[in-house]
């Protein structure tokens, strides 16, 4: 199983973050999209696991939830990987002034650090909104967007199981631990 850990977002802002991409959109077509439903933040990328796994990555999640009470976040502005001038990931920044999201990712990373390893690449707090297999040339850079500002609620953990195939991947929650439970 392809398997993650990520923090869900609600629908109403998954929905707004999609609308208020479509400027992008019709300015670059031929890259691949996220569809509103896939949107989320990816606190941990496990990979190819087998089933036998799977309650040994809950315990750890049920450990990390416990030692955290929800918080909220926001959209913070879109941006690119490698860089705001040549993408070939094209994200949306989220607004964490407590660096909370960072640490919750960090805390999840060596709980599970004995089973799993280290994380190697520093996380950074994004959604992915657009991926090319191709740098796409930005001369002018991203333009600004109207993101939803109303803050969110990050009260769980989740985690995820990616069918590959089709035009998107299709995620299946298989856990959930809440966050203070």
């Known amino acids: 199983m392809r398997l993650f850990i ?7 802002v998954r929905e707004a973050v999609h609308a208020a991409l479509d400027p ?3 300015r670059f077509p031929r890259i691949r999209w996220v569809p509103a439903e896939n949107l989320h933040v990816t606190l941990r990328f496990l990979g190819e696991l087998g089933a036998d796994r799977q309650a040994e990555i809950e315990g750890s999640m049920l ?3 416990r030692r955290w009470e929800p918080f909220e976040l926001s959209c913070s502005g879109v941006g690119a990987f490698p860089s705001g001038r040549s993408a070939k990931t094209v994200w949306v920044g989220l607004g964490d002034p407590g660096g909370l999201l960072k640490r919750l990712a960090a805390d999840l990373d060596d709980e599970l650090a004995a089973g799993f390893g280290r994380e190697e690449r ?3 707090p994004h959604l992915t909104v657009a991926r090319s297999t191709q740098r796409l040339p930005l001369l002018d850079g991203l333009p ?3 993101l939803p500002s109303e803050a969110f609620t990050v009260d769980r953990l989740t985690l995820f199981r990616s069918h590959l195939g ?11 631990a809440r966050l203070g439970a």
């Open 24 to 26: 992008l959109r019709d």
């Open 122 to 124: 520093a996380f950074k």
């Open 6 to 12: 990520a923090v869900e977002l609600p629908p109403e």
């Open 144 to 146: 600004p967007l109207s």
């Open 63 to 65: 450990a990390v939830a």
């Open 166 to 176: 089709g035009p998107a991947p299709e995620y299946e929650s298989l856990a959930t």
